[in-house]
Protein backbone atom coordinates (compact mmCIF):
# COMPACT_ATOMS: atom_id res chain seq x y z
CA UNK A 1 0.00 0.00 0.00
CA UNK A 2 1.51 3.40 -0.99
CA UNK A 3 1.52 6.26 1.89
CA UNK A 4 -1.14 8.91 1.69
CA UNK A 5 1.97 11.14 3.37
CA UNK A 6 5.43 10.99 1.99
CA UNK A 7 7.53 13.66 3.80
CA UNK A 8 11.12 13.66 1.92
CA UNK A 9 14.04 16.08 3.39
CA UNK A 10 11.85 18.56 4.29
CA UNK A 11 13.19 21.94 5.62
CA UNK A 12 12.07 25.87 6.70
CA UNK A 13 14.33 28.13 7.14
CA UNK A 14 13.82 31.80 8.41
CA UNK A 15 16.42 34.18 7.53
CA UNK A 16 19.74 32.98 8.35
CA UNK A 17 18.34 29.95 10.80
CA UNK A 18 17.31 26.73 10.09
CA UNK A 19 13.49 26.26 11.74
CA UNK A 20 13.45 22.65 10.76
CA UNK A 21 16.46 20.41 8.32
CA UNK A 22 16.23 17.40 6.70
CA UNK A 23 12.93 15.56 7.86
CA UNK A 24 11.60 12.12 6.18
CA UNK A 25 8.57 10.34 7.18
CA UNK A 26 5.43 8.29 5.29
CA UNK A 27 2.30 7.61 7.05
CA UNK A 28 -0.12 5.22 6.10
CA UNK A 29 -4.10 5.56 5.68
CA UNK A 30 -5.86 5.54 8.59
CA UNK A 31 -2.98 5.88 10.89
CA UNK A 32 -3.07 8.06 14.06
CA UNK A 33 0.42 9.50 14.94
CA UNK A 34 1.38 11.78 17.33
CA UNK A 35 3.92 14.27 17.09
CA UNK A 36 6.52 14.81 20.36
CA UNK A 37 8.96 17.66 21.29
CA UNK A 38 9.60 20.71 23.29
CA UNK A 39 8.02 24.23 22.78
CA UNK A 40 9.79 25.93 19.92
CA UNK A 41 11.05 22.67 18.74
CA UNK A 42 9.50 23.09 14.82
CA UNK A 43 5.87 20.93 15.53
CA UNK A 44 4.02 23.71 13.99
CA UNK A 45 6.47 24.62 11.62
CA UNK A 46 6.74 20.91 10.41
CA UNK A 47 2.49 20.72 10.21
CA UNK A 48 2.48 24.15 8.08
CA UNK A 49 5.19 23.28 5.69
CA UNK A 50 3.63 20.13 4.83
CA UNK A 51 -0.07 21.95 4.51
CA UNK A 52 2.16 24.60 2.49
CA UNK A 53 1.22 27.52 4.09
CA UNK A 54 5.52 28.26 4.71
CA UNK A 55 7.61 28.37 2.25
CA UNK A 56 9.92 24.73 2.57
CA UNK A 57 12.58 22.93 0.96
CA UNK A 58 11.75 18.99 0.36
CA UNK A 59 9.27 16.58 -1.08
CA UNK A 60 5.65 16.46 0.37
CA UNK A 61 3.72 14.10 -1.32
CA UNK A 62 -0.09 13.25 -0.71
CA UNK A 63 -2.05 10.36 -2.48
CA UNK A 64 0.57 9.65 -4.87
CA UNK A 65 0.68 13.50 -5.88
CA UNK A 66 3.89 15.85 -5.33
CA UNK A 67 2.40 19.13 -4.15
CA UNK A 68 5.55 21.04 -3.53
CA UNK A 69 4.48 23.76 -6.03
CA UNK A 70 0.90 23.73 -5.10
CA UNK A 71 -0.50 25.81 -1.89
CA UNK A 72 -3.70 24.49 -2.19
CA UNK A 73 -3.57 21.46 -0.61
CA UNK A 74 -7.02 20.52 0.38
CA UNK A 75 -6.27 16.90 0.80
CA UNK A 76 -4.72 18.19 3.86
CA UNK A 77 -6.42 19.57 6.56
CA UNK A 78 -4.25 21.88 9.27
CA UNK A 79 -6.09 22.38 13.12
CA UNK A 80 -3.74 25.68 14.76
CA UNK A 81 -3.85 25.88 18.29
CA UNK A 82 -7.15 27.27 20.21
CA UNK A 83 -4.79 30.81 20.61
CA UNK A 84 -4.23 30.81 16.91
CA UNK A 85 -8.02 31.16 16.34
CA UNK A 86 -10.28 34.24 16.63
CA UNK A 87 -12.59 33.18 18.28
CA UNK A 88 -14.54 36.30 18.72
CA UNK A 89 -14.60 36.03 14.59
CA UNK A 90 -18.99 36.08 14.23
CA UNK A 91 -19.01 32.59 12.34
CA UNK A 92 -21.29 29.82 13.69
CA UNK A 93 -20.11 26.29 13.59
CA UNK A 94 -22.32 25.40 10.75
CA UNK A 95 -20.89 28.14 8.63
CA UNK A 96 -17.01 27.07 10.19
CA UNK A 97 -17.63 23.61 8.77
CA UNK A 98 -19.66 24.32 5.37
CA UNK A 99 -16.22 26.54 4.45
CA UNK A 100 -15.13 22.91 3.89
CA UNK A 101 -16.85 22.13 0.94
CA UNK A 102 -14.96 25.66 -0.75
CA UNK A 103 -12.97 23.08 -2.51
CA UNK A 104 -15.00 21.63 -4.48
CA UNK A 105 -16.56 25.20 -5.95
CA UNK A 106 -15.31 28.09 -7.85
CA UNK A 107 -15.45 31.18 -5.34
CA UNK A 108 -18.81 32.75 -6.76
CA UNK A 109 -20.77 29.71 -6.33
CA UNK A 110 -23.27 29.32 -3.32
CA UNK A 111 -23.43 26.22 -1.21
CA UNK A 112 -25.92 23.16 -2.54
CA UNK A 113 -27.76 20.78 -0.64
CA UNK A 114 -25.05 18.33 -1.01
CA UNK A 115 -22.71 20.53 0.74
CA UNK A 116 -25.29 21.31 3.97
CA UNK A 117 -26.03 17.65 3.74
CA UNK A 118 -22.08 16.80 4.25
CA UNK A 119 -22.05 19.40 6.94
CA UNK A 120 -24.12 17.73 8.79
CA UNK A 121 -22.72 14.47 8.52
CA UNK A 122 -19.75 15.77 9.29
CA UNK A 123 -20.77 17.30 13.02
CA UNK A 124 -22.57 14.39 13.52
CA UNK A 125 -19.38 11.95 13.51
CA UNK A 126 -17.68 14.37 16.00
CA UNK A 127 -20.35 14.24 18.40
CA UNK A 128 -21.63 17.90 17.50
CA UNK A 129 -24.99 17.55 16.01
CA UNK A 130 -27.05 20.30 16.94
CA UNK A 131 -24.43 23.15 17.24
CA UNK A 132 -24.77 24.18 14.02
CA UNK A 133 -26.10 27.24 15.03
CA UNK A 134 -23.65 28.05 17.63
CA UNK A 135 -21.14 30.87 17.75
CA UNK A 136 -17.65 29.43 17.79
CA UNK A 137 -16.67 31.61 21.07
CA UNK A 138 -19.29 29.34 22.89
CA UNK A 139 -18.07 26.31 22.25
CA UNK A 140 -15.36 24.63 25.11
CA UNK A 141 -11.73 23.82 23.93
CA UNK A 142 -12.70 20.16 22.81
CA UNK A 143 -15.78 21.31 21.15
CA UNK A 144 -13.67 23.56 18.99
CA UNK A 145 -11.35 21.45 17.84
CA UNK A 146 -14.22 18.53 17.29
CA UNK A 147 -15.49 21.62 15.41
CA UNK A 148 -12.57 22.25 13.31
CA UNK A 149 -12.57 18.27 12.52
CA UNK A 150 -16.13 18.45 11.04
CA UNK A 151 -14.50 21.25 8.72
CA UNK A 152 -11.70 18.99 7.37
CA UNK A 153 -14.21 15.82 6.88
CA UNK A 154 -16.95 18.35 4.97
CA UNK A 155 -12.94 19.46 3.15
CA UNK A 156 -12.68 15.51 2.54
CA UNK A 157 -9.02 15.71 3.65
CA UNK A 158 -7.26 12.97 3.54
CA UNK A 159 -4.70 13.80 6.69
CA UNK A 160 -5.28 15.84 9.28
CA UNK A 161 -3.07 17.37 11.46
CA UNK A 162 -3.39 18.30 15.14
CA UNK A 163 -1.33 21.24 16.50
CA UNK A 164 -1.81 20.86 20.21
CA UNK A 165 -5.46 20.28 20.07
CA UNK A 166 -4.88 18.90 23.41
CA UNK A 167 -3.17 21.41 25.00
CA UNK A 168 -5.73 22.44 28.38
CA UNK A 169 -8.05 20.09 27.96
CA UNK A 170 -9.55 18.09 30.93
CA UNK A 171 -9.17 14.25 30.74
CA UNK A 172 -12.89 13.57 30.29
CA UNK A 173 -13.02 15.56 26.87
CA UNK A 174 -9.14 14.28 25.94
CA UNK A 175 -11.06 10.75 26.18
CA UNK A 176 -13.90 11.78 24.19
CA UNK A 177 -11.64 13.21 21.73
CA UNK A 178 -9.65 10.60 21.07
CA UNK A 179 -12.63 8.44 20.56
CA UNK A 180 -13.56 10.71 18.22
CA UNK A 181 -9.34 10.27 16.84
CA UNK A 182 -9.94 5.94 16.71
CA UNK A 183 -13.79 6.48 14.52
CA UNK A 184 -12.09 8.67 12.23
CA UNK A 185 -8.87 6.75 11.55
CA UNK A 186 -10.85 3.41 11.43
CA UNK A 187 -12.77 4.89 8.36
CA UNK A 188 -9.44 5.68 6.74
CA UNK A 189 -8.50 9.86 7.88
CA UNK A 190 -4.86 9.86 9.15
CA UNK A 191 -4.08 12.27 12.00
CA UNK A 192 -0.83 13.19 13.05
CA UNK A 193 -1.52 14.86 16.89
CA UNK A 194 1.39 17.18 17.87
CA UNK A 195 1.56 16.98 21.83
CA UNK A 196 4.20 18.30 24.47
CA UNK A 197 2.17 15.75 27.00
CA UNK A 198 4.89 12.72 27.54
CA UNK A 199 2.66 10.50 29.61
CA UNK A 200 -0.60 10.93 27.24
CA UNK A 201 2.00 10.00 24.06
CA UNK A 202 2.71 6.69 25.78
CA UNK A 203 -0.83 5.67 26.39
CA UNK A 204 -3.10 7.05 23.07
CA UNK A 205 -0.34 6.27 20.80
CA UNK A 206 1.19 3.42 19.06
CA UNK A 207 3.37 5.38 16.69
CA UNK A 208 5.22 8.41 17.73
CA UNK A 209 7.25 11.36 15.79
CA UNK A 210 9.96 13.35 17.75
CA UNK A 211 10.66 16.59 16.93
CA UNK A 212 13.38 18.79 17.83
CA UNK A 213 14.82 21.11 14.65
CA UNK A 214 14.79 17.68 12.66
CA UNK A 215 13.27 14.56 13.37
CA UNK A 216 14.81 12.88 16.22
CA UNK A 217 12.84 9.51 16.08
CA UNK A 218 10.16 7.41 14.34
CA UNK A 219 8.77 4.16 15.70
CA UNK A 220 6.79 2.95 18.88
CA UNK A 221 6.47 4.72 22.07
CA UNK A 222 8.87 2.32 23.66
CA UNK A 223 11.55 3.00 21.35
CA UNK A 224 10.71 6.98 20.81
CA UNK A 225 10.12 7.28 24.43
CA UNK A 226 13.98 5.85 25.80
CA UNK A 227 16.13 7.74 27.57
CA UNK A 228 18.18 8.17 24.76
CA UNK A 229 15.82 9.49 22.81
CA UNK A 230 13.97 11.55 25.37
CA UNK A 231 17.66 13.27 25.87
CA UNK A 232 17.87 14.05 22.37
CA UNK A 233 15.18 15.66 21.98
CA UNK A 234 14.15 17.50 25.05
CA UNK A 235 17.72 18.16 26.56
CA UNK A 236 19.12 20.69 23.85
CA UNK A 237 16.69 22.95 22.23
CA UNK A 238 17.06 23.41 18.67
CA UNK A 239 20.31 21.15 18.77
CA UNK A 240 20.98 19.98 14.78
CA UNK A 241 22.74 17.31 13.79
CA UNK A 242 25.72 17.83 11.94
Known sequence: MSPVLSV??????????????????????????????????????MFKAICGLVNHSGVVEVNGVHCHDRTDRMDLAYIPQRNDSDLNFPITVGELVLAGRRRFHTWWQRPTQRDRDAAHDALAKVLLEGAHSRSLAELSGGQLQRAY?????????SVVLLDESLSG?????TAE???VFATLAGEGTTLLVATHD?????????????????????????????????????????????
Open 8 to 45: EHLGVRYGDTDALRDVSFAVERGELVGVIGPNGAGKST
Open 177 to 179: LFE
Open 198 to 242: LALARRRFNRLLAVNGTLRSDGTPQQVLSAEVLDTTFGSLRALPH
Open 169 to 173: VDEPT
Open 149 to 157: LARALAQQA
